[in-house]
């Protein structure tokens, strides 16, 4: 393997709230999910001029719904009336729903439970929930926790689409899968339209379709892992794939010195304790993508490359070595050439011209 990324990347492009368009691009912008959302669209020469205010009326609507099923901040989602339902019989869900959970749990028996959805309780415990703050578990609480946690205690179908529980004491979180599913919807439904050439992300989940404005491959800034600043040093040049990263830098807390990622691994029940700092995920699925960069996350650098290895995933690691980073990627494979063009920044993030 040789060495190449150094830095993980993060796809910025200009943070606006509102949709601008020129004769090149339409963008879109807005919040979803507890996170922003930024799509550019590049009229395809067989197209009308893009309604503006009709495609983002659009794709609100899309993530709108994928919202009212899976987040756990709206007490009248499905997820939040399964979380809430303590019996053991088939809950109907709807066949996006579905879908997403049997994905998961499909990750999950891959990766021998290194992901697993039904972590709600321990993310609560640790303080990443929706409605908790920051705090410190006893074992006891933690051994506690466990016994409710688990991807074998929970069975999906997907005709009729329902989910069920296997200890009424579970509860699930989509949040390590659900922006790369609405990634995407919101592919699929431009797809559906005729778009060819098109960029969409939803909190750093990623899917490049075609090419630019300027007809050439879509760019994704590379960014260095640190707790503070946003630092974008290298770009990628990405095209027709979808492009997901986890980190241990972005959502944490302090105690006693120590410091607690928001990334738990599901057989222990704590944060994980490992030198991988960053892991990046690509694959035809934004979705997948989403769900195994957490799960590489958990499994750490040696487990994490035996994986990849035999999965054939691509995968770009960036891993502590003391005081500095070395990184590790299989990612040549995919034929994803790299640039050396830097990124300004505007307004506070990075925009890429």
Known sequence: M??????????????????????????????????????????????KPINQPALKKEIDALLVEVNRQMSTYD???????FNQYQQTDWFNVSKDFALVVSSAQSVSKDTQ?????????????????????????TEQQIKSVL?????????????????????????????AIAKGFAVDKITEYLNGEGYLDYSVEIGGEVRNQGFNSKGKPWKIGVEKPQYSDWIINEVLLSSNLAVATSGDYRNYFIKDG???????????GKPVRH????????????????????ALMVLGERQGKAFSEHNKLRVGMIIRKGESYEAWENINKTKIP?????????GGCAYIE
């Open 2 to 47: 040789r060495k190449a990324i150094n830095l993980i990347f993060f796809f910025l492009i200009a943070l606006t709230f509102i949709a601008c368009s020129d004769n090149n691009k339409t963008e879109l912008s807005g919040r979803t999910m507890g996170t922003q959302y930024h799509i550019s669209v590049i009229p395809s020469s067989n197209k």
């Open 75 to 81: 007490p009248n989602s499905e997820i939040s009336q």
């Open 113 to 137: 439970g290194a992901f697993d959805i039904t972590v709600a309780r321990l993310i609560d415990l640790w303080g990443f929930g929706a409605k908790t703050k920051f705090k410190l578990p």
């Open 147 to 175: 016994k409710n946690t688990g991807h074998e205690l929970l069975e999906v179908r997907t005709s009729p689409p329902a989910i069920r529980k296997l200890n009424k004491n579970i509860r699930i979180d989509l949040s």
């Open 258 to 268: 120590v410091r607690y990622s928001h990334t738990i691994n599901p057989m222990t």
């Open 275 to 294: 030198n991988l700092a960053a892991v990046t995920v690509l694959h035809e699925s934004t979705m997948m993508a989403d769900a195994y960069a957490t």
């Open 338 to 346: 790299q640039s050396l063009q830097r990124c300004v920044k505007v």
